[in-house]
């Protein structure tokens, strides 16, 4: 495991918007920066970081956390993983002591597979050109052929794997690697007959395929015969670091210029994608060959959501488009297509313009994906009536997709200028698809969006405060403790004044919490709370009363759910800050002194009376039990009758009857 203190230098260099910004578009509003989250599909912003605090927090989903815990969640990757990402990005010395077993068990796979793949991407590029065959073959390919230079071949870590046949799995082997790693990336296969292992990729040029952190998941292979006898291209399999329907092709050195431009470009092939950097223009990725995937699409929104395709002329391409029209349209994003022509793939009029060229040429030629279709498709309908109504039948199933009512209304409204038919009957048919087709889907993320709601109300309800400040409404066991808690993140440090005896006595918050719990020796019940309260007490007897517990504590807490919840309470709504209007007109505005004054009190009598009540429900339940003695029974009724007084003080005392 990882030292604290080096876990604490990797917090204290962490940037969290910078680290955030290499997946997500940040938008700087105010101190803050904003952006769609990526944890769960929206189309207006909820997701904020927050960089003076360290934090992040959606207000959509409900998840929140620091730098780590982020890429914990965005990467799918343990807590040491992730400090370890972190840390190599600082350049930060990692020291560990010995791992547990679990923690073995759990991360090594990953690990093995993830720096397998970093080893074969760097053998391949090696052996591209400081061997013969791999220069004489490959290089020639790459530098020949396709005009790459030096510099873009070491960019994309572009290689080749020998022909020999074994080359690879016998020089991972001797490296140290595991066969059955091997086997797992897909690097290595093993025949059947003989259990020998031969090398996937054999006498082919190689494209490493890198994640959006820039880690090599997986290959992509060309073969350079022309004999038909083998598929011309290899790709890696899915593995436990690799599923082909999440990942981009380029996007790794791609999302800064998406970013910086706020549009994506979507090409078909890896030549096409680097063709175009090569060229300069740098915001171009690629489906790599599959077809395009909502889990992609999804990918790439976190960027920008305009995309702009570029599609082969052919038959399969016009296809593909089409395909991939209604997709993106689905996700709520803005699609135009692009044209090349006839002679021209992305890869070749990349190689014969300037970057100046292909961008002008993409802003003239780009069509609207309603025009688009329009042409594409009334060209194979001429004069049939009957063609004519299905192209407008797949206009209108386009239109469907579109999440937003007011743009799908313009959409409409363009289709039947256009097609020359009723704006009545297409608004009809439209929603008619809409209620066939997507009902289910609306239907199963309301049902989700409740859900999610329901559980933040369980664990995050706080208890609300009345106009007055003077009684705390809610009255779960969980509810209190989320207040309790929230009194000692927000102001544990601070005091309030009450008059005991005709002079004026300050109580410290955390201090007074504490004083009240230890004299029932109360435990929180709810897990996550119990965990913030013993942190904060730690952190309270080692500082000293009336000092600031940093917030550093939960904010960074190894355990995710602590983070989150802690975010949660930081971040939530002051409501004793007082309204300038009020001010302005010289009305009373309680101060937070006297709001404190009224309500930790009031959360903790109530707190102990829900303790209390729930000890009382306990005892009745047990003299429910058949088997109790008259010994058992007889100490049973003489301790309700002590929990029923302690019930009615705590009644008086709190100005508020506890039925």
Not at 17 to 31: E, F, M, S, W
Not at 426 to 448: H, K, N, P
């Amino acid at each position: 495991m990882i030292d604290r203190a080096t876990v604490d230098r990797i917090y204290a260099a962490a940037n969290i918007v910078d680290i955030i910004g290499d997946y997500v578009t940040l938008k700087k509003k105010g101190v803050n920066y904003q952006a769609c989250c990526p944890f769960h599909n929206e189309k207006t912003p909820s997701f904020v970081v927050s960089p003076s605090k360290g934090v992040y927090k959606c207000f959509g989903c409900g998840k929140g956390g620091n730098a780590v815990t982020f890429i914990m969640e965005h990467e799918s990757v343990s807590y040491p993983e992730a400090l370890k990402m972190v840390a190599k990005r600082y350049g930060i010395e990692v020291e560990e002591r010995e791992q547990t077993e679990e923690d073995v068990r759990r991360n090594n796979d990953r690990e093995s597979m993830f720096a397998l793949n970093g080893w074969a991407a760097e053998y391949f590029a090696k052996y591209l050109t400081d061997n013969t065959e791999g220069r004489t073959v490959g290089l020639s390919y790459f530098a020949q052929k396709r005009g790459f230079t030096d510099a873009t071949i070491r960019k994309f870590a572009l290689g080749f794997c020998s022909a020999k046949g074994d080359d690879l799995s016998k020089s991972a082997l001797a490296a140290g690697y595991k066969e059955e790693f091997l086997l797992s990336t897909g690097l290595t296969l093993k025949r059947e007959s003989d259990g020998r292992l031969y090398d996937r990729f054999r006498d082919r040029v190689m494209f490493p395929v890198h994640n959006i952190s820039g880690r090599v998941v997986a290959f992509g292979g060309r073969t350079l015969r022309t004999d038909g006898k083998v598929a011309k291209y290899q790709n890696s399999p899915e593995s436990e670091i690799y599923s082909k329907t999440r990942e981009l092709y380029g996007l790794y050195f791609a999302k800064k210029a998406i970013q910086q431009q706020e549009y994506a470009i979507m090409v078909e092939g890896y030549t096409d994608v680097i063709s175009m950097h090569q060229a300069g223009v740098e915001n171009v990725v690629a489906s790599s060959g599959t077809s395009l995937t909502q889990e992609q699409i999804r990918l790439l929104s976190r960027f920008t959501r305009n995309i702009t395709i570029i599609y082969d002329g052919d038959s399969a391409g016009v296809k593909a488009t089409l395909r991939g029209v209604d997709m993106i349209l689905r996700e709520g994003m803005n699609v135009r297509i692009v044209s090349l022509p006839p002679e021209h793939d992305p890869d070749s009029f990349a190689r014969t313009h300037t970057a100046d060229e292909v961008r002008e040429y993409i802003h003239d030629r780009e069509e609207d994906f309603l025009s688009f279709k329009a042409k594409m498709l009334l060209r194979d309908a001429g004069g049939d009536p009957i063609k004519r109504s299905s192209v407008i039948s797949d206009m209108v199933n386009s239109i469907s997709q579109i999440p937003d009512s007011i743009q799908r209304s313009v959409y409409i409204k363009d289709c039947a200028q256009t097609m020359n038919v009723d704006e009545g009957v297409l608004i009809a048919e439209v929603a008619r698809i809409r209620t066939s087709q997507t009902g289910d889907r609306e239907a199963t993320e309301f049902v989700r969006r409740q859900q999610a709601q329901i559980r933040r109300e369980q664990t995050q309800a706080s208890v609300e405060v009345d106009v007055n400040r003077s009684q705390v409404a809610g009255s779960s066991i969980e509810a209190l403790e989320y207040e309790l808690v929230k009194y000692l993140l927000k102001s544990g440090h601070k005091s309030y004044e009450v008059l005991e005896s005709r002079r004026v006595v300050e109580i410290n918050i955390a201090d007074e919490i504490f004083r009240s719990l230890d004299a029932d020796n109360i435990t929180f019940i709810t897990p996550i709370f119990n965990t913030i309260l013993q942190t904060y007490r730690e952190q309270w007897m080692r500082l000293g009363m009336g000092v600031e517990v940093p917030a550093q504590y939960f904010v960074n807490h190894p355990d995710p759910e602590v983070c989150n919840m802690a975010v949660d309470i930081m971040t939530s709504d002051d409501n004793y800050v007082a309204s300038r209007i009020w001010l302005q007109k010289e009305v009373h505005v309680e101060s937070e002194s006297e709001i404190l004054a009224a309500g930790v009190p009031k959360a903790i009598m109530l707190y102990r009376s829900k303790i209390v009540e729930r000890m009382i429900a306990a005892q009745h339940e047990r003299l429910k039990d058949p088997t109790l003695s008259e010994e058992e029974e007889n100490e049973c009724v003489k301790l309700l009758s002590r929990l029923n007084a302690v019930k009615n003080a705590l009644s008086k005392k709190s100005d508020r009857l506890i039925l």
